[in-house]
């Protein structure tokens, strides 16, 4: 045994028998079984695993974990004793190129299908699994695969995406505009943690030098779900999809044209937070509503058992500052669009009025590559922490610089405005260079001044001419009260360290009058 598997076994009797110390509810129960193999991927490529599985011989329902990117086979441990507990046999494994499995790092593509089918060929032959009752499921990298397996082997009955993304091209290319910090990261663990090869690290050079765009977004484009969302429909499986409102690799935007074609049983469940920040109590072995889902969704379509959770509504929200809603479809979410014109910008505080029909006769110019204090934050953390505290990344209004921003707040109503779904900002613009980008943020501002984000989006525009342009953008899909009094508040800037722009400094960007806000409710 080599020194790193020696390390990670010690690791695993350490969170097994915390998990052990969690439940003693079920100590009179038979013990689990856990055990460390080697299994051999496409084209023999041994893949580090561990199965634990219930005592005896009958035969079980099976689920497949593939680790998270940067992760490997032990990080579903806890979960894998709970479900073994449930009666399941699990099987984690970590994808190749990551930690001590054999090959390098193939992003979701075809070798890690043909892996995810190996692992099944496996499972079947050497544990209690049956055959007709398979499921796959993961948070971020594992869910990516899972669901994208359920598209090339039918024998996956039930899938759980759990942060996932249905379209790469999205997630690293949104509107144009390159996400810096997340690839970044993506990156930084490959490096430090997996085999990236040349395929992955020669995909990462052009995305960052902005390079062979169309070859990366080919390449991402195989390892989109949303490519062969025919097949999934085909195969029929039952998908159940978890992800975060401020999911700042894989923003929930992608999911909702993907869930409203998807013709299987299928559930969509949306939680405040960040990338795989929603499950993260669930994989310590805690009590966890988003892996309590997956129990029910794999007890119903795997093991046979009616919980209730198919004759539920597809889709269930836990709004930003809300009570969890339920809704039969995406489209249920909004009774009507609201748009807010965006007013000429007053002198004395430099802010523009946000509401009434689009006016023209006014322009704001910005200076191109500048940020504000109104931004995104920091991957994972700032929305991470909302998920925790209950509470919106904030800013002071005041202090966001009105040179550098135009800044439109509404009328405060004497009742609440219930967004629900993803508002559309359209701006005009003038005098604009051939490339450049823009930021919008939505806010709810009290007030003293408090501006909470409810959501926001960059877009870019990446043509060869000048000059006058419209724009529409499509900010991340939310679910906000802005309460009684309050305005709702439309910042536009330059820049945001979340993301690449295509501005060039010195260069201006002039948002002109007929622009407007589409807003959603409820």
């Known amino acids: 045994m080599t020194r790193t598997r020696q390390v990670l076994t010690l690791l695993a009797v350490a969170l097994l028998a915390a998990v052990t110390l ?25 893949l580090k695993a561990n199965v634990v599985a219930p005592a005896g011989t009958a035969k079980r329902p099976a689920i497949v974990f593939p680790s998270s990117w940067g992760l490997n086979d032990l ?13 399941y046999v699990v099987v984690s494994y970590t994808p190749r190129g990551w930690w001590a499995s054999g090959g390098e790092i193939d992003t979701a593509g075809p070798q890690d299908m043909a892996d995810l089918s190996k692992v099944i060929d496996w499972t079947i032959a050497n544990t209690a699994a049956d055959p007709a009752r398979i499921g796959a499921a993961g948070v971020s990298y594992g869910a990516g695969i899972s669901l994208l397996g359920s598209a090339f082997d039918k024998r996956i009955r039930a899938v ?55 070859q990366v977004q080919a390449w991402a484009r195989v390892r989109s779900a949303a490519t062969y969302l025919d097949a999934i429909n085909a195969n029929r499986p039952a998908v159940l999809i978890a992800n975060a409102w401020g999911d700042s690799f894989f923003p929930p935007d992608q999911l909702v ?14 939680r405040p937070g960040d990338h795989a920040i929603a499950e993260f109590t669930g994989i310590l072995g805690l009590p966890n509503d988003a892996w309590t889902s997956l129990y029910r969704w794999f007890d119903q379509y795997l093991a046979g058992t009616d919980t209730g959770i198919g004759g539920e509504p597809a889709v269930q929200l836990r709004p930003l500052n809300a009570a969890t809603e339920s809704y039969a479809s995406w489209s249920a979410l909004n009774t009507s669009t609201r748009r807010y014109g965006l007013g000429a910008i007053r002198w004395l505080d430099g802010t523009g009025l946000l509401g009434g029909a689009p006016g023209g006769g006014w322009s704001k110019t910005l200076p191109g590559d500048l940020d504000t204090v109104a931004n995104g934050g920091v991957v994972l953390l700032t929305n991470g922490v909302g998920a925790f505290t209950g509470q919106q990344p904030q800013i002071w209004l005041p202090a966001v610089d009105r040179l550098r921003a135009g800044v439109w707040a509404s009328e405060r109503p004497g009742t609440a405005l219930r967004i629900r779904g993803i508002p559309t900002v359209h701006l005009n613009m003038t005098g604009t260079a051939a490339q450049g980008t823009v930021v919008a943020y939505l806010y709810d501002l009290d007030s003293l001044g408090n501006a909470k984000l409810i959501t926001h989006a960059p877009v870019s525009w990446l043509g060869t001419a000048t000059g006058s342009r419209s724009l529409d953008v499509a900010l991340s899909a939310t679910a906000y009260d802005v309460p009684a009094g309050h305005s709702l508040t439309l910042v536009v800037d330059t820049a945001d360290p979340l993301y690449y722009d295509a501005n060039t400094l010195g260069a201006a960007v002039t948002v002109a009058g007929g622009s407007y806000v589409d807003v959603p409710i409820r």
């Open 75 to 87: 990080e579903y441990l806890a979960q894998a004793n709970i479900l073994a507990g449930r009666g």
């Open 22 to 46: 969690q439940a003693p509810a079920a100590a009179a129960a038979p013990a689990n079984t856990t055990t460390f193999v080697d299994i051999a991927g496409a084209g023999g490529v041994v």
């Open 160 to 214: 759980v995406m759990m942060s996932g993304w249905t379209d790469l091209v999205y997630s690293l290319y949104g509107d144009n505009t390159r996400h810096q910090q997340s690839a970044g990261l993506l990156s930084l663990a490959a490096s430090l943690l997996g085999h990236p090869g040349a395929d992955l690290s020669g995909k990462l050079a052009d995305f960052n030098a902005n390079r062979n765009v169309a």
């Open 257 to 270: 044209d993907f869930f409203g074609r998807l013709n299987t049983p299928k559930r969509l469940e949306l």
